[in-house]
């Protein structure tokens, strides 16, 4: 395995922003999840909950609502008043309109997919039709006096109910006028809170709502009569979410206190049909509010505050007890924040709305295994770069020389170039980018630094020549016709010959840089890419992909290499393929060609294609390096994976030069320190 | 001077041969058993609560805290009680005898017994299976136990055999907390471990759910400690080791069960019970807090706290209005639905070391010892029930482990029960004790005692000895207290630092000691003249009217554990015990040793109305009791092993009415009876039968008034059953001071039972009414005469109700054939006083 010194970096200060909304889409079996900073993210639950697309958030766009119609259409709306539809395959915001009531608080689809409603700031409830490429405004609903948090169809499309601040009402669909109005007691154990607000409602098909409010019950109501059937009180603060199964035979809340309850319907006798709602079980994976929660066939799935996406299999629902089967929580996103430049150690950080620039730090001294070496030099923080505008960044890239540094918003590629003179650091930026380069999903630079490869979410490949300060457009590849997905993961070979690049579902393309020309596409994989990248010398690509498998590809010879074809022939071990973070990240160390050095965010590995491939009986983690045993035994036990955890949780990890490892990790208490308090709760016993 | 000769050779033989002849006399236990073995079980009108008493099972009345029956007749432990499904006036109860026995509850009688063969654990009934019931039986291993189905056959005979069993469920938990039937015994669920099993009867399967069992901290504690079942829903509660209740529910699929859990308690759930509509859920725990889960939803929840002692079962009546607890201090609480406490039954409380040994209340003739955690309690002896606590330490009792709490280590009584010494202390540390001791005054007003004098630190270090000097002619009360700090402190009542000198307290007069070495014991002499203090091996004898050492006997004989001076002819004479085991007897009067023998005397008791001494010895055998006179060196009587264990402290009860035992063996106790606590705290007493047989009488008698309608016949009647009583035992004098109670008083029974319509106008009955409640008799009318006599006499019959029920029952036993006799030929007689009331009523009717 060899040894390396190793850069431990924790001043990465990243949090990710807040969970505001999910939506599972039971067809594709996708779930999509806004932010709080209007980030939008899609996680494919079927590819090992990877997280294969995702919008970039806007400033003034805060996400209150998000919903699948229409099968595979995907909206938001939020209080910047905006209905927004989203552009699954180009990956952008295919268009916003304003629906004219304030802020929007809530939006929902109809059962048939074909009508959407919102409910607003001032009170009005507004149907929208829903026509191929657009919606179109067809009517208001009876004004409410308050704004309108929540609503819910009727699984029969006839009634909405919907949540305003201290009642419910329900609507008549076909005369648009409220039938019921359904007031909430404002008590809260006693005393009369201000207000009691109506977070969620949800309308089933046998004519019960259930509410969910701010004074922490979990009401019924009989719509028929507009009466309190019953009434459970869960919390000690704000009930926020709820969401039920499609069967309505179960559903699920999140409260303020980060506790998650699941209510199931359960026959009263077993030979009757009369059947009662039961709270079952708690769970508590969360330690701030649980602003939104969604209810799969087989998952409880929920997201607040403190930023974690918790998915929660039901153990009753799932067919076969495998590893999928178990508790996910999704923290970090699927995809580089980092880059490096390997030439002057610097690390560029990507945040929402600035990029910082770091030198690592260096020490003289030397030790054993183990040691933690004394900094001669601290690391510097060279350079704080702030974008201009509300746009968050999708992505940035330093290039490996160190001098040039390039990053994109969803309306703009921005290029500065770095100019070191001693200890100071002067940038300068190219401006008169091209008008085709408007927006840019992945941003790569060439080994030798003179090219720049930019993914334009047209689908398209745009090949750049840089210059000192200046640039020339070389080429740009056409996206395969008929097609029109993004690219979105982008590798080159150190010598500069070869490009491959990978978009979300099918097969990763490679270009030939030279000749300006398509060179061979890999054949598709069920799975996506989470990570590309081509060896030195050999120009083999290695592709990682979400379901954890591993394939080497020769690009002269066009075919699996012969080490992945046993790969493939023997399997991986099974713990292996039971990991559940994707691996973000591949490289190679020059010196020993037979190894390929990978992450995910809980595990840093390097793949010796020399020895053999482990068998399940054969143990994959092992925990010390083998020091002081004998050779024979190392002989025994040795195989091609050799896994440190060491470092956890990973963003980045890449080899600065031959012994050298830069290693940024991400502490979630760090991150929790830097949340808002959660709600203090008594713990017996303090 | 007699030699110190080892007594039990002596009269051995002898007294042998005189307990053939007359073999009546033997130890048996006196009650005090335990109340708290088993649920309690409602009558189905919940008019009556069942629980199982050691041997027997009692009937209490749920209304008056009485013990209306004792259902006797098994030979072991009782170890389950269940109404008969079938005919809810009757009682299935089993035994580790290997009996099931069916009762007539109202009338006491036992109307079937089953020989099933097996010892029996618990018992279950449904309604479903009439001829048949559930019992815990334990086949081969000592800890693998069985609940099958017994099938009671029908059969006119009194004695049965049930051998046909059918087996339901294996491996299943001994307690019958961890078994419930579920709605219309649709299923069983048996708890175990970390598992609970559901068997489903129709189906006949069995669903097995475990819980996580791994010792990670989390899960250490989910073991199951008790279930029920919801009486209408298919719902399971299970109670766990960490305080969770856990409400199953789905059960009949195992992939689809689920549960919702309710955690409140932080310690173990002691037990779980549904109410009958199964709208609320009741737990309780050591916490000692009832809690009523509504709806099963956690957040809505009500508490019955400050129970006094840890919950151990927890039943509900049948027609939903009362529910019991049962908790460790050996107490039944009859609690309304509305968690208000209506009743408390209240056994011998026997849950701690007895500190302050056994004692008599000289006013109630109550037995005294510790209590509840700083109580006192009065235990009556002869209705087994526990009469009050005295809280003695008056804080609230916290009940976690670990936690040192005040003890209550000595007390007692002086001047005839007008004052009470009690010592208390903490010791947290060995260098830090905290000693406090109390001094109660009686209370005539409020019939108990009230804290009068508080005393902290009255010694340097631990009080050994207390005592009163209970001389009948010493005008003030006078306490002695002797410390291991080498003082013996006099304490004696004076006028208080009250302007209006009216206070009064208790004041230190005098300190004694001797060579610095430890006081050990105390002791008064019956005239109250001298006090004998022994110093570790010396005695010292003082004058307790100038305090002067008088003189010391010393016997080197090692340290002196018991002290006490001989009664009316033997006054002469002082017995000192010590701790190697040597018994002497000092002189006063030549101030030599009388005589010496060896025994190793752990209990010494003078009995206060002979001149008899007990003395129990421990041997390798067990416990010996010896009876002698000071006067003479040879026992009068020997037991020997009395019981196994170590006898700890035993007292002397005065009889009454003297027994007549004509053997001389015997004759010591005619005028006492000696009651004794053996270290694992059974309560035993020399008799000729047990003291619960010679109780049934009363009860029976109770019942019979109880069923009798108050109506004016009822009054007469119970009158003139009052003066045959009165014309028993005339010999009693009156203490109390008691106001008539209005129900006796003819003139307010017309008033209430007249019509309204027939009755005078308000300002007419007004006189009447206040001069019936006037006492004085000197203005009666010619027809309120007779009224008045009988008021006294029923007065003066109450009190001999209450001071000497004991005898008059034996007397009823007598002739309680003859009783329904007379009722029925005195009848006539009282419908001449009948005609009376009459003349009575229309006489101011016609003055209208």
Redesign the interface.
């Known amino acids: 395995m060899g040894e390396f010194k190793v850069h431990r970096v924790r001043f990465f200060n990243y949090v990710p922003p807040g969970i505001r909304c999910v939506a599972y889409n039971n067809q594709s079996n996708r779930l999509a999840v806004s932010r709080t900073d209007g980030t939008v993210e899609i996680y494919n639950l079927s590819a090992n909950y990877f997280q294969e697309k995702f919008f970039p958030g806007h400033e003034s766009r805060a996400t209150e609502a998000l919903c699948w119609a229409e099968g595979q259409r995907l909206f938001s709306a939020g209080l910047n008043g905006e209905i927004l539809e989203y552009d699954l395959q180009a990956l952008n915001i295919k268009y916003a309109m304003d629906a004219f009531g304030g802020p929007i608080w809530s939006m929902i689809a109809s059962p048939s997919g074909s009508q959407l409603l919102v409910g607003c700031e001032d009170g009005s409830v507004k149907l929208f039709q829903i026509t191929p490429d657009k919606i179109q405004f067809e009517r208001n609903f009876d004004p409410q006096k308050s704004r309108v948090l929540s609503l819910s169809w009727h699984p029969s499309g006839t009634h909405i109910a919907a949540g305003s601040i201290d009642y419910i009402s329900v609507f008549d669909v076909k005369s648009g006028s409220a039938i019921h109005k359904m007031i909430v007691d404002r008590q809260y154990m006693g005393v009369s809170k201000r207000k009691c607000i109506v977070w969620g409602v949800a309308f089933l098909s046998d004519g019960t709502v259930i509410s969910v409010d701010s004074a ?1 019950k979990v009401q019924f109501w009989d719509s028929a009569t507009g009466t309190l059937v019953k009434s ?3 919390a000690n603060a704000d009930v926020q979410s709820i969401a039920v199964a499609d069967q309505e035979d179960s559903f699920v809340v999140g409260t303020a206190e980060g506790t998650v309850f699941h209510f ?1 319907l ?5 030979n009757s049909t009369e059947k ?1 709602w ?5 769970f508590q994976h969360h330690t701030h509010d649980v602003r939104t929660v969604a209810h799969s066939p087989t998952a409880l799935i929920s997201g607040g505050t403190d930023t974690h996406l918790v998915i929660r299999p039901l153990m ?1 629902k799932v067919e076969v007890k495998n590893y999928d089967a178990a508790l996910r929580k999704i923290t970090f996103p699927h995809r580089r924040l980092i880059s490096c430049s390997r030439k002057r150690q610097l690390l560029l950080f990507q945040f929402a709305h600035h990029l910082e620039l770091w030198r690592l730090g260096s020490t003289a001294a030397t030790g054993k295994n183990g040691d933690i070496l004394p900094l001669s030099k601290n690391a510097d923080h060279l350079l704080h770069l702030k974008t201009k505008g509300p746009e968050n960044i999708i992505c940035s890239s330093i290039s490996p020389c160190g001098s040039w540094i390039a990053y994109s918003t969803a309306s703009r590629v921005f290029l500065y170039r770095l100019n070191y003179e001693h200890d100071n650091i002067s940038l300068q930026r190219i401006s008169k980018m091209p008008a085709f380069l408007r927006s840019a999903l992945q941003i790569l630079f060439s080994e030798d630094s003179t090219k720049l490869f930019v993914a334009s979410n047209q689908g398209s490949l745009h090949i750049i020549r840089l210059l000192e300060g200046s640039f020339k457009h070389l080429h740009t590849f056409q996206p395969q016709s008929g097609t029109v997905e993004a690219m979105c993961l982008l590798a080159v070979s150190p010598d500069g010959n070869w490009l491959a690049a990978s978009g979300t579902s099918a097969g990763v393309h490679v270009y030939n840089v030279k000749h300006l020309k398509l060179h061979c596409t890999v054949p598709a994989y069920n799975f996506p890419v989470t990570a590309l990248a081509i060896a030195p010398n050999t120009n083999n690509l290695v592709i990682a992909h979400s379901d954890q498998q591993v394939f080497e590809y020769s690009i002269p010879d066009k075919q699996y290499t012969e080490w992945s074809r046993n790969v493939q022939k023997q399997g991986f071990h099974h713990l292996w393929l039971q990991r559940d973070t994707p691996i973000t990240h591949i490289s190679f160390h020059p010196k020993r060609p037979m190894h390929i050095l990978l992450h995910d965010a809980y595990m840093f590995c390097i793949i010796d294609k020399s020895l053999p491939l482990p068998n399940d009986k054969t143990v994959l983690y092992n925990p010390l390096p083998p020091t002081n045993e004998s050779d024979v035994f190392r002989r025994r036990t040795g195989h091609a994976f050799k896994i440190s955890k060491i470092y956890k949780p990973l963003l980045f990890m890449d080899l600065l030069d031959e012994g050298t490892l830069v290693a940024v990790e991400r502490p979630l208490d760090d991150i929790i320190a830097q949340l808002p308090p959660p709600i203090k709760k008594k713990k ?2 303090t | 001077m007699p030699e110190a000769g080892a007594w039990p050779a002596v009269g051995c033989s002898c007294v042998r041969s005189k307990m053939v002849e007359e073999e009546s006399v033997r130890v048996v236990h006196c009650g005090g058993s335990e109340l708290n073995f088993r649920r309690a079980v409602f009558s189905a009108d919940s008019k009556y609560v069942f629980c199982v008493s050691g041997d027997f099972v009692k009937v209490y009345s749920t209304a008056t805290e009485e013990c209306v029956h004792i259902l006797q007749g098994h030979r072991d432990l009782v170890s389950g009680i269940q109404l008969n499904p079938s005919n809810h006036l009757q009682l299935y109860s089993c035994s580790f005898d290997g009996t099931i026995k069916l009762w007539d509850y109202l009338d006491g009688i036992l109307i079937k017994t089953f020989l099933v063969g097996h010892k029996l654990h618990a018992l279950f009934t449904l309604t479903r299976a009439e001829d048949s019931v559930f019992v815990t039986i334990n086949k081969e291993e000592p800890d693998v136990f069985q609940l099958v189905l017994v099938k009671l056959p029908k059969s006119p005979s009194q004695e049965i055999e049930a051998k046909e069993l059918s087996f339901v469920l294996d491996y299943i938990n001994q307690s019958p907390k961890c078994i419930a039937f579920g709605r219309e015994g649709e299923y069983v669920a048996a708890v175990r471990d970390f598992y609970l099993s559901v068997y489903f009867f129709k189906k006949k399967t069995i669903s097995r759910y475990s819980l996580s069992s791994s010792k990670n901290k989390k899960h250490a504690k989910n073991n199951f400690t008790c279930v029920a079942c919801h009486p209408k829903e298919d719902c399971i509660a299970s109670g766990h080791m960490d305080g969770k209740i856990r409400l199953w529910r789905n059960f009949d699929d195992d992939r689809k069960y689920t549960y919702t859990c309710l955690h409140w308690h932080h310690d173990m759930v002691m037990d779980l019970a549904f109410s009958v509509t199964g709208a609320s859920l009741l737990s309780g725990g050591r916490e000692c807090v009832l809690v009523e889960w509504r709806d099963s939803v956690e957040k809505n929840k009500e508490f019955l706290p400050r129970l006094g002692a840890t919950i151990e079962h927890i039943s509900v009546s049948p027609a939903g209005d009362l529910l019991c607890t049962s908790h460790s201090d050996n107490k039944i609480m009859v609690i309304h639905r509305n968690l208000d406490t209506s009743a408390v039954i209240q056994g011998l409380v026997k849950d701690r070391s007895i500190l302050t040994g056994l004692m008599i209340d000289p006013r109630t003739k109550a037995l005294v010892l510790n209590g509840k955690p700083g109580h006192l309690q009065f235990y009556s002896l002869q209705s087994d029930k526990q009469l009050y606590n005295l809280d003695i330490v008056q804080q609230e009792y916290i009940n976690d482990s670990g936690l040192i709490q005040i003890e209550l280590t000595k007390a007692a009584f002086g001047s005839f029960g007008n004052w009470l010494a009690t010592v208390e202390q903490r010791e947290e540390k060995e260098s830090e004790l905290e000693l406090q001791m109390k001094l109660w005054k009686y209370n005539k007003k409020i019939q108990g005692f009230v804290l009068n004098t508080k005393i902290s630190m009255p010694h340097d270090d631990h009080i050994t000895a207390l005592c009163f000097c209970n001389a009948e002619r010493s005008e003030t009360p006078t306490l002695v207290t002797a410390g291991k700090d080498g003082h013996f402190k006099v304490w004696i009542l004076t006028d208080d630092s009250d302007i209006y000198k009216k206070a009064v307290g208790w004041t230190c007069d005098f300190v004694g000691s001797y060579h610095k070495y430890q006081a050990t014991d105390c002791c008064f002499s019956e005239d109250g003249s001298l006090l004998a203090v022994s110093f570790e091996e010396i005695v010292t004898i003082w004058d307790s009217e100038t305090w002067e050492l008088k003189c010391t006997f010393c016997q080197r004989a090692g340290k002196i554990r018991h002290l006490c001076f001989g009664r009316l002819t033997c006054s002469k004479y002082l017995l000192g015990a010590t701790e190697n085991g040597i018994l002497c007897c000092w002189n006063l009067l030549s101030c030599a040793l009388e005589w010496s023998a060896k025994l190793n005397v752990r209990v010494m008791e003078p009995d206060p109305h002979s001149e008899n001494v007990v003395a129990v010895s421990r041997s390798s055998g067990g416990s010996d009791l010896f009876v002698f006179k000071p006067s003479e060196p040879r026992p009068l009587y020997i037991q020997k092993n009395i019981s196994r264990e170590e006898v700890q402290w035993g007292v002397f009860v005065p009889r009454d009415v003297p027994d007549s035992f004509t053997s001389e063996a015997y004759q010591w106790l005619n005028r006492s009876q000696f009651y004794f606590l053996t270290k694992s705290q059974s309560l035993l007493t020399f008799s000729t039968k047990s003291p619960e047989e010679k109780l049934t009488p009363t009860s029976k008698q109770l019942l019979a008034e109880e069923s009798l309608p108050t109506t004016p016949f009822y009054f007469i009647l119970g009158k003139h059953r009052q003066q045959q009583d009165k014309k028993l035992n005339e010999t009693l004098e009156n203490e109390l001071v008691q106001l008539p109670l209005t129900e006796n008083i003819p003139a307010i029974n017309e008033l209430l039972h007249t019509p309204a319509h027939v009755l005078p106008s308000a300002s007419f009955l007004c006189s009447m009414f206040i001069n019936s409640l006037l006492l004085s008799a000197e203005t009666k009318s010619a027809e309120e005469i007779p009224n008045d006599v009988n008021m006294e006499e029923e007065k003066e019959s109450d009190d001999s109700d209450e001071e000497n029920n004991f005898t008059e029952h034996v007397q009823t036993t007598n002739n309680a054939d003859l009783e329904e006799d007379i009722v029925y030929q005195l009848s006539k007689s009282e419908e001449k006083e009948l005609r009376k009331f009459r003349k009575v009523d229309y006489s101011w009717i016609a003055a209208l």
Do not use: D
Request: hydrophobic residues 30%; glycine residues 10%.
């Open positions: 922490g459970h009180l869960i199931q359960v026959s009263v006798t077993s009662q039961v709270r079952t079980k708690p009753e017996f016993g």
